[in-house]
């Protein structure tokens, strides 16, 4: 009676690879078998944004809240120069709008890179900096001109006062406040997303 074939690394020899299905042709020289990976060529990492939202959106809201109130206090010691003017109060109420979402961008592409998620993020900061960091002068405003009393009959009889000022229920420029809501998240949103898309 013969015997099988025996091969010599026992039973199943590891290097002998199975043949090829019916139908399919050889593989060349090198080529593994449908199925088999070729240890030469790993399978790709799985590709991903890479970036950290969270750590993007707690930096840009830092940035955001270091650019408003340098704005604030620019509020508070200029207003006699600067702001009899609604023009003048109007372009720098832009501008800080402006700067306040292009630094969160800048800082929130390079942290969160590729994520959309941190990009929304950075915009919705941008756009809160830009509101409070009007409605914050507000208070040190009337505390400057009229002292302690004035600050807190402000915050009795008119709460919402710092809103309606930013609003410019005074002055009619509610399309300017929101204007500048939009140039912030815009910028932010540009600005991340130019900058993310550059970071590997």
């Known amino acids: ?17 199975p043949p090829p299905a019916y139908g399919a042709p050889p593989p060349y020289a ?8 070729y240890a030469g060529q790993p399978y790709p990492a799985p590709q991903g944004s890479g970036g950290s939202p969270v750590g993007a959106f707690f930096l840009g809201f830092i940035a955001s809240v270091v650019v408003a109130a340098i704005y604030s206090a620019i509020i508070v010691f200029t207003y006699k120069d600067y702001y009899q003017s609604t023009n003048t109060a109007h372009a720098l109420y832009l501008g800080h709008a402006l700067v306040n979402g292009a630094v969160v961008g800048v800082l929130v592409g390079l942290v969160g890179r590729r994520s959309p998620g941190a990009w929304i993020a950075g915009a919705v900061v941008a ?8 409605a914050d002068a507000v208070p040190f405003v009337v505390l400057r001109e009229g002292g302690v009393d004035s600050l807190r009959q402000m915050l009795e009889t008119e709460p919402f006062a710092p809103v309606e000022v930013w609003w410019g229920s005074w002055s009619g420029s509610e399309v300017i406040s929101v204007l500048g809501l939009v140039v912030a998240a815009a910028a932010a949103w540009t600005v991340a997303c130019l900058t993310g898309r550059g970071r590997r």
Request: charged share 5%.
């Open 127 to 134: 756009a809160l900096g830009a509101f409070f960091g009007y």
């Open 30 to 37: 090198g080529q593994p078998y449908p199925g088999q990976p």
């Open 1 to 17: 009676m013969s015997q099988p074939p025996q091969y010599p690394y026992g039973p199943q020899d590891p290097y002998r690879q």
